[in-house]
């Protein structure tokens, strides 16, 4: 082959190939320009996440430390609260333990509540949270917070009318009193799905005045809720409880209980619907017996029936 045709050969390869790398380049500036369209809005999106997952995570953070500052504030100010309200009664250490719902005092009032079959344990626990609900109202609120309403009822329920059972149901219904007479409170206790046992309760204490006139003054303060007193007479369980208490004629005579009616000044034998804190003049609960069942009869419009 001539000299000169190999020159032209060469030429026009270099030419194809200086034409296919401008090709190449062009083609790749393409895709490269079409992978940042695609990619923009995907970084876009992800700076958007990202920077709500840090502002996120830095609110959770400041929420947290609010959170902390503010138990902290709240936990000192029950401390100070309980021990205004139970003045020497108790110790520092104990109102500190008191106002803090997570400390190891109230664990073990949970633990006692929910799972120990052990009567005299329950007594126990129980009677302590009978005198501090009574000395301080602060404590009263930290108890419903806890929500531990439910676990004394269901004390009220495991009785077996047994002498220790009973005790543990007088401590139980005491405590319920107490948290009954605060307004804040009464909303934790006034619960229907337990109106059955505190009848059955009734019924079954008429040879025990004590826990007779605490279940009685229990079921009054709850009875003065609308709802509540409708959905004890509507139950029939229920009204056959109330029969049979008031057919018990060891306890109730008809005669006693219509003189009882028709007096005026009958209310004032009534306990005090107030807190005992504020109570100076009337009984926390009932005094007697048949006192107590007229004026549960007469909350449930049960009186001739």
């Given at each position: 082959?001539?000299?000169?045709?190999?020159?032209?050969?060469?030429?026009?390869?270099?030419?194809l190939?200086?034409?296919t790398?401008?090709?190449?380049?062009?083609?790749?500036n393409?895709?490269?320009?079409?992978k940042?369209k695609?990619?923009?809005?995907?970084?876009?999106?992800?700076?958007?996440?990202?920077?709500?997952?840090?502002?996120?995570?830095?609110?959770?953070?400041?929420?947290?430390?609010?959170r902390?500052?503010?138990?902290?504030?709240?936990?000192r100010w029950r401390?100070?609260?309980?021990?205004?309200?139970?003045?020497?009664?108790?110790?520092?250490?104990?109102v500190?333990?008191?106002a803090?719902?997570?400390?190891v005092?109230?664990?073990?009032?949970?633990?006692?509540?929910r799972?120990?079959?052990n009567?005299?344990?329950?007594?126990?626990?129980?009677?302590?949270?009978?005198?501090?609900?009574?000395?301080?109202?602060?404590?009263?609120?930290?108890?419903?917070?806890?929500?531990?309403?439910?676990d004394?009822y269901?004390?009220?329920?495991?009785?077996?009318?047994s002498?220790?059972?009973?005790?543990?149901?007088?401590?139980?219904?005491?405590?319920l009193?107490t948290?009954?007479?605060?307004?804040?409170?009464r909303?934790y206790t006034?619960?229907?799905k337990?109106?059955?046992a505190?009848?059955?309760?009734?019924?079954?204490?008429?040879?025990?005045?004590?826990?007779?006139?605490h279940c009685a003054?229990?079921?009054?303060?709850?009875?003065q809720?609308?709802?509540?007193?409708k959905?004890?007479?509507?139950?029939?369980?229920?009204?056959?409880?109330?029969?049979?208490?008031?057919?018990?004629?060891?306890?109730?005579k008809?005669?006693?209980?219509?003189?009882?009616?028709?007096?005026k000044?009958?209310?004032?034998?009534?306990?005090?619907?107030?807190?005992?804190?504020?109570?100076?003049?009337?009984?926390?609960?009932?005094?007697?017996?048949s006192?107590?069942?007229?004026?549960?009869?007469k909350?449930?419009?049960?009186?001739?029936?």
């Open positions: 082959m001539p000299s000169w045709k190999c020159s032209e050969e060469r030429k026009c390869f270099l030419h190939r200086a034409a790398i401008c090709l190449q380049i062009w083609w790749r393409v895709r490269e320009t079409r940042k695609l990619r923009k809005p995907m970084v876009i999106r992800l700076q958007r996440r990202w920077r709500t997952v840090l502002l996120m995570k830095t609110q959770r953070d400041q929420y947290r430390n609010l902390n500052a503010a138990l902290i504030i709240q936990r401390a100070m609260k309980i021990g205004n309200e139970c003045g020497e009664a108790m110790h520092f250490q104990d500190t333990k008191l803090n719902s997570e400390s005092y109230w664990k073990t009032i949970i633990i006692n509540l799972n120990c079959d009567v005299e344990v329950l007594d126990t626990c129980l009677n302590s949270l009978d005198i501090i609900t009574k000395l301080s109202p602060t404590v009263c609120i930290i108890l419903c917070e806890l929500n531990l309403g439910d004394i269901k004390t009220i329920e495991q009785n077996n009318r002498q220790p059972w009973m005790q543990v149901c007088l401590q139980a219904c005491s405590i009193i948290l009954t007479k605060h307004d804040y409170a909303r006034i619960k229907n337990y109106a059955l505190l009848m059955k309760l009734l019924n079954g204490s008429l040879k025990n005045k004590e826990v007779f006139l003054t229990l079921i009054w303060l709850l009875s809720n609308e709802d509540y007193s959905a004890m007479v509507t139950c029939p369980q229920i009204n056959w409880h109330i029969k049979t208490t008031k057919n018990q004629q060891k306890i109730l008809d005669d006693k209980v219509t003189k009882l009616q028709k007096l000044d009958v209310e004032k034998l009534y306990p005090s619907c107030e807190p005992d804190r504020r109570n100076t003049q009337k009984p926390r609960i009932f005094t007697d017996m006192i107590a069942i007229a004026a549960c009869q909350n449930l419009n049960y009186v001739n029936s």
